[in-house]
């Protein structure tokens, strides 16, 4: 590791005393270790169910099933007919009653509570010992779950192998297992390779609807999760899978988790033999976040709509006590992306999401936000790597189509100097449609691209539209060719700011950080803006000082002017409007030429600090190219990092040398006063200096 990297790895360090703690995870759960990878993604079983669950309102079941195809409702019929008999009226009673791999069990029409599972642990159940998350609920072992399946469980497949579980309705809507908020999960399939959900729909719990840990080998087909704390569908440390048709809304963090996916892929390139989790044709919108997945790993998201959340979809590397991080390897094409605006933070100000999870109306549409997310984004990565963005479709967005972050390894519970800096390379993003919808027409992004700068092999298409930074890496046709490639180890140093402030969310005290325009900040009130108003104010006092003292300079006035003009432009700039015009370019501008004048005026009298305000006048001039024409190759910081640092050693000279300066307003004699002798007559001295 250079010294640079080992001098930013230090600040990095520092700032872990300085930011506290990293995060809790919105997830957590015991440790748990990736499948062996044996398996295979489950194939759907033709033929009779093992086993029938049903309820016995006959005249309910006939009113559910009277607008079916004839063969559908004389098939229900037959099955209702024989669960009267020898059926069971609980899912999970019938899961119990597996005996074997390969059975299946039908699910009739109708609405399961699940009555003998709702209520409270009691006995020794009551009394397990176990680390509580950062949510309040007690993180179990395997062992524990199996000893007291329903202390967090509405239905609990636990050790089952090749079960299929599957709705006999017309759709799936007509079985609905509903959790009511009384249990953590809805369905919860651990350590059970080879399960298979199809055609019903899980809804409220004050977690998870359908929650599949640690399987080698799952397949959601045709499922609809909504209205939950946390995730619709959540797949943890698990392989072979495959999400399809499935649908999710209304839930407090995404309707789809695949989060720990089986890490398959690390230390490889683009180049991939297999991917352990393919996710199409599902929907998913409503939510906080379609799609999210903390070391979501290898994951293959494929003609997907992500819609009318708060962002589209996300990947990260932010939570710790995930197997798999940092996050890589995640695929995304052919995915419709879009009009992802909304923003349910206002539930959480008004104190709806403080009351109990069945009295917030997640029927209504109220969705309580579960951590920090910015609205009106397509995807968002923080902090990953070898990731592939290929021909979506990314348009209505009112923030940016694509964010792009790194997140350090402190933040994931990881303090080793050297992985401080191991996210946000490798990233490629090609042949996507901004701004554009499926039928082609015109549904622009407000911004297309959000990078907060760091990385190395970073890569946008040509076809981009506007920019923060306005100039990126640009894709090759195979992948890993990139022009003008980058490698800095941190972001820049404004963004890096805001990306702080903005984290600090959380959920459970209702703390919305001031000063993020996440959480509704405007104008003043954000971060960013006071932050160059504050450096504004000390270099208009600094500067007026200096061009009181020069202001005999012509030159050294007009600088002062353009200084003037490039700080009013960089506070207009700063406002998120336009983070992405020429305004924060032609600021720069503006004010490194009137450091470089000043400078120059200066170079007689103070010549050394003259060269440090000439020096600041050429960093801020390169910073503004680098920003708006090309990223600089090979410099591990930006300028804007050099120019800020450099900046405070100039104020404080500048105050000093301000004091120092002869003023225009002292006369010639007092001059030639100076130069000799108190009793030196005038022409003595003058022909003495001669």
Request: aromatic share 10%; proline share 5%.
């Given at each position: 590791?250079?010294?640079?990297?080992?001098?930013?790895?230090?600040?990095?360090?520092?700032?872990?005393?300085?930011?506290?703690?990293?995060?809790?995870?919105?997830?957590?759960?015991?440790?748990?270790?990736?499948?062996?990878?044996?398996?295979?993604?489950?194939?759907?079983?033709?033929?009779?169910?093992?086993?029938?669950?049903?309820?016995?309102?006959?005249?309910?079941?006939?009113?559910?099933?009277?607008?079916?195809?004839?063969?559908?409702?004389?098939?229900?019929?037959?099955?209702?007919?024989?669960?009267?008999?020898?059926?069971?009226?609980?899912?999970?009673?019938?899961?119990?009653?597996?005996?074997?791999?390969?059975?299946?069990?039908?699910?009739?029409?109708?609405?399961?509570?699940?009555?003998?599972?709702?209520?409270?642990?009691?006995?020794?159940?009551?009394?397990?010992?176990?680390?509580?998350?950062?949510?309040?609920?007690?993180?179990?072992?395997?062992?524990?779950?199996?000893?007291?399946?329903?202390?967090?469980?509405?239905?609990?497949?636990?050790?089952?192998?090749?079960?299929?579980?599957?709705?006999?309705?017309?759709?799936?809507?007509?079985?609905?297992?509903?959790?009511?908020?009384?249990?953590?999960?809805?369905?919860?399939?651990?350590?059970?390779?080879?399960?298979?959900?199809?055609?019903?729909?899980?809804?409220?719990?004050?977690?998870?609807?359908?929650?599949?840990l640690a399987g080698d080998g799952f397949v959601i087909d045709d499922m609809l999760t909504?209205?939950?704390?946390?995730?619709?569908?959540?797949?943890?440390?698990?392989?072979?899978?495959?999400?399809?048709?499935?649908?999710?809304?209304?839930?407090?963090?995404?309707?789809?988790?695949?989060?720990?996916?089986?890490?398959?892929?690390?230390?490889?390139?683009?180049?991939?033999?297999?991917?352990?989790?393919?996710?199409?044709?599902?929907?998913?919108?409503?939510?906080?976040?379609?799609?999210?997945?903390?070391?979501?790993?290898?994951?293959?998201?494929?003609?997907?709509?992500?819609?009318?959340?708060?962002?589209?979809?996300?990947?990260?590397?932010?939570?710790?006590?995930?197997?798999?991080?940092?996050?890589?390897?995640?695929?995304?094409?052919?995915?419709?992306?879009?009009?992802?605006?909304?923003?349910?933070?206002?539930?959480?100000?008004?104190?709806?999401?403080?009351?109990?999870?069945?009295?917030?109306?997640?029927?209504?549409?109220?969705?309580?936000?579960?951590i920090s997310m910015p609205p009106g984004t397509g995807i968002i990565t923080a902090g990953?790597?070898?990731?592939?963005?290929?021909?979506?479709?990314?348009?209505?967005?009112?923030?940016?189509?694509?964010?792009?972050?790194?997140?350090?390894?402190?933040?994931?519970?990881?303090?080793?100097?050297?992985?401080?800096?191991?996210?946000?390379?490798?990233?490629?993003?090609?042949?996507?449609?901004?701004?554009?919808?499926?039928?082609?027409?015109?549904?622009?992004?407000?911004?297309?691209?959000?990078?907060?700068?760091?990385?190395?092999?970073?890569?946008?298409?040509?076809?981009?539209?506007?920019?923060?930074?306005?100039?990126?890496?640009?894709?090759?046709?195979?992948?890993?060719?990139?022009?003008?490639?980058?490698?800095?180890?941190?972001?820049?140093?404004?963004?890096?700011?805001?990306?702080?402030?903005?984290?600090?969310?959380?959920?459970?005290?209702?703390?919305?950080?001031?000063?993020?325009?996440?959480?509704?900040?405007?104008?003043?009130?954000?971060?960013?803006?006071?932050?160059?108003?504050?450096?504004?104010?000390?270099?208009?006092?600094?500067?007026?000082?200096?061009?009181?003292?020069?202001?005999?300079?012509?030159?050294?006035?007009?600088?002062?002017?353009?200084?003037?003009?490039?700080?009013?432009?960089?506070?207009?700039?700063?406002?998120?409007?336009?983070?992405?015009?020429?305004?924060?370019?032609?600021?720069?501008?503006?004010?490194?030429?009137?450091?470089?004048?000043?400078?120059?005026?200066?170079?007689?009298?103070?010549?050394?600090?003259?060269?440090?305000?000439?020096?600041?006048?050429?960093?801020?001039?390169?910073?503004?190219?680098?920003?708006?024409?090309?990223?600089?190759?090979?410099?591990?910081?930006?300028?804007?990092?050099?120019?800020?640092?450099?900046?405070?050693?100039?104020?404080?000279?500048?105050?000093?040398?301000?004091?120092?300066?002869?003023?225009?307003?002292?006369?010639?004699?007092?001059?030639?006063?100076?130069?000799?002798?108190?009793?030196?007559?005038?022409?003595?001295?003058?022909?003495?200096?001669?």
């Amino acid at each position: 590791m250079s010294w640079t990297r080992k001098a930013l790895a230090a600040v990095a360090a520092l700032l872990v005393v300085l930011v506290g703690a990293a995060p809790a995870g919105a997830h957590e759960e015991r440790p748990v270790s990736f499948p062996d990878g044996s398996g295979s993604v489950p194939k759907y079983r033709e033929g009779a169910p093992d086993l029938l669950v049903c309820k016995t309102d006959r005249a309910d079941f006939e009113r559910r099933i009277a607008d079916y195809p004839r063969p559908l409702r004389e098939r229900n019929e037959r099955y209702f007919e024989r669960c009267l008999r020898d059926g069971y009226r609980h899912l999970q009673a019938a899961v119990d009653a597996v005996d074997r791999p390969d059975m299946n069990i039908a699910i009739l029409p109708g609405v399961y509570q699940e009555q003998p599972t709702q209520p409270k642990p009691s006995g020794a159940c009551a009394r397990l010992k176990a680390r509580k998350s950062s949510f309040g609920y007690q993180i179990l072992s395997y062992a524990q779950q199996k000893r007291c399946p329903s202390n967090q469980n509405l239905v609990a497949i636990l050790g089952k192998k090749n079960l299929q579980i599957e709705g006999t309705g017309q759709s799936r809507s007509d079985v609905i297992i509903d959790g009511q908020y009384k249990k953590l999960n809805v369905i919860r399939a651990d350590g059970s390779d080879g399960v298979y959900f199809r055609n019903f729909t899980a809804q409220r719990s004050t977690f998870n609807s359908l929650y599949v840990l640690a399987g080698d080998g799952f397949v959601i087909d045709d499922m609809l999760t909504r209205w939950n704390d946390e995730y619709g569908f959540l797949t943890f440390a698990s392989d072979h899978g495959l999400y399809k048709n499935c649908e999710s809304y209304g839930n407090g963090d995404s309707g789809i988790y695949p989060g720990s996916a089986s890490d398959i892929n690390n230390g490889r390139g683009y180049d991939v033999p297999r991917y352990s989790i393919e996710i199409t044709g599902c929907r998913s919108h409503h939510n906080m976040v379609g799609y999210s997945g903390t070391a979501g790993d290898s994951v293959h998201v494929h003609d997907n709509e992500f819609d009318h959340n708060m962002g589209g979809a996300s990947m990260d590397s932010a939570f710790p006590g995930h197997p798999g991080l940092p996050q890589n390897h995640a695929r995304f094409e052919r995915n419709d992306i879009h009009d992802n605006n909304a923003n349910y933070y206002r539930y959480v100000r008004d104190g709806t999401c403080a009351k109990p999870p069945a009295e917030r109306g997640y029927e209504r549409g109220v969705v309580c936000p579960q951590i920090s997310m910015p609205p009106g984004t397509g995807i968002i990565t923080a902090g990953g790597n070898w990731n592939i963005y290929e021909n979506n479709w990314i348009h209505g967005h009112q923030r940016a189509g694509i964010f792009l972050s790194a997140v350090p390894a402190f933040i994931r519970g990881e303090g080793a100097l050297g992985k401080q800096f191991d996210t946000s390379h490798h990233n490629r993003y090609a042949g996507n449609r901004f701004g554009t919808d499926r039928a082609g027409r015109s549904h622009p992004n407000d911004m297309d691209v959000w990078w907060d700068g760091q990385g190395g092999g970073n890569c946008w298409q040509a076809s981009a539209g506007a920019s923060n930074p306005r100039s990126l890496p640009s894709c090759g046709d195979r992948r890993g060719d990139v022009s003008g490639d980058t490698d800095r180890v941190a972001g820049e140093p404004g963004k890096l700011a805001q990306l702080m402030v903005c984290a600090e969310y959380d959920a459970g005290a209702r703390k919305l950080p001031a000063g993020c325009d996440w959480y509704g900040a405007r104008g003043v009130e954000r971060v960013e803006v006071q932050l160059a108003l504050g450096v504004a104010g000390v270099l208009a006092l600094v500067g007026g000082v200096l061009w009181w003292r020069l202001r005999s300079s012509r030159v050294a006035g007009a600088a002062a002017l353009a200084g003037a003009a490039g700080l009013v432009l960089d506070v207009v700039g700063s406002a998120g409007s336009y983070a992405d015009t020429l305004i924060p370019v032609v600021a720069l501008v503006l004010l490194g030429g009137w450091w470089a004048a000043t400078g120059w005026v200066l170079r007689e009298e103070r010549r050394a600090f003259a060269w440090v305000t000439m020096a600041m006048g050429a960093l801020t001039l390169l910073d503004a190219f680098d920003k708006a024409v090309f990223m600089l190759p090979w410099i591990p910081l930006s300028p804007a990092w050099a120019r800020m640092l450099l900046g405070v050693v100039w104020v404080v000279w500048a105050v000093v040398a301000a004091a120092r300066l002869r003023t225009p307003s002292r006369s010639a004699e007092a001059d030639a006063m100076e130069s000799g002798p108190a009793d030196t007559p005038p022409a003595a001295a003058a022909g003495a200096v001669s």
